[in-house]
């Protein structure tokens, strides 16, 4: 599967936990998003890196919540000191600014169970 | 920022029939909207965008249309098939800039009746 993966696909964690996600892009975007997504809404903009860097993060983002792309591949989500409003779908998306599509193409993501 | 509304919030038809989503934006600079499919517990995955020097685009069974100087634009299907069934996000961004985020809508519950 050449799409974008994330893993783990479900976590179930306690109230004070932290919680790492992982997101793997289609190979060679260069533009990689976190978003989060609640029961009967759309995707919420979280942040989004371009290579590694790290270019905007919302204002919905805490100071628990920490995101990397170390080598400009790969990235980590992390919400340290869970809480149960941080219960959602984390979804990650990907997309390549070199071809001048603006296509992002999403994971299946990861849902976050806090109990 | 960017603030889309999507209506209707449901819609049911029934097969064969077409369906209709209407959206709209705030940010008169955005540039770039797409609509993406969501089945139960799977990704949401895109089905067709335009971007803001066109007004129309088909692809099969599927158009959309942009009204840019209304702020609004909306997802046509014709010929619904129950696997039609699903939630419909529009979205919006300013596409090109330096910003390529997406802002959705809340989503629309298609279901299309046999």
């Known amino acids: 599967d050449t799409g974008v993966s994330q893993d783990p696909r479900h976590k179930i964690t306690k109230r004070g936990q932290n919680v790492t996600f992982r997101c793997d892009p289609i190979?060679?975007?260069?533009?990689l998003y976190w978003y989060r997504q609640t029961l009967g809404q759309g995707p919420e903009f979280l942040t989004y890196?371009?290579?590694?860097?790290?270019?905007?993060k919302s204002r919905l983002l805490s100071d628990r919540f920490s995101a990397e792309r170390p080598k400009g591949s790969f990235s980590t989500l992390e919400i340290q000191r869970t809480e149960q409003g941080d219960s959602a779908m984390y979804l990650c998306?990907?997309?390549?600014?070199?071809?001048?599509?603006?296509?992002?193409?999403f994971g299946p993501g990861t849902r976050l169970t806090v109990t | 920022g960017e603030n889309v509304e999507q209506h209707p919030s449901t819609l049911s038809v029934q097969e064969g029939d077409s369906a209709v989503i209407k959206c709209t934006y705030s940010d008169s600079a955005s540039n770039y909207f797409p609509w993406y499919k969501q089945e139960l517990g799977k990704r949401p995955q895109l089905i067709i965008d335009?971007?803001?020097?066109?007004g129309e685009k088909k692809d099969q069974r599927i158009a959309v249309t942009l009204n840019k100087t209304a702020k609004h634009f909306s997802l046509h299907i014709t010929e619904t098939q129950p696997e039609d069934s699903a939630v419909y996000f529009c979205a919006a961004s300013r596409g090109g800039g330096s910003n390529y985020k997406l802002t959705f809508g809340k989503g629309t519950l298609l279901t299309v009746n046999p």
């Open positions: 890196f371009q290579n590694e860097a790290q270019l905007e």
């Open positions: 998306a990907s997309s390549s600014v070199r071809d001048r599509t603006y296509e992002q193409y």
């Open positions: 190979s060679e975007h260069n533009r």
């Open positions: 335009i971007r803001s020097n066109v």
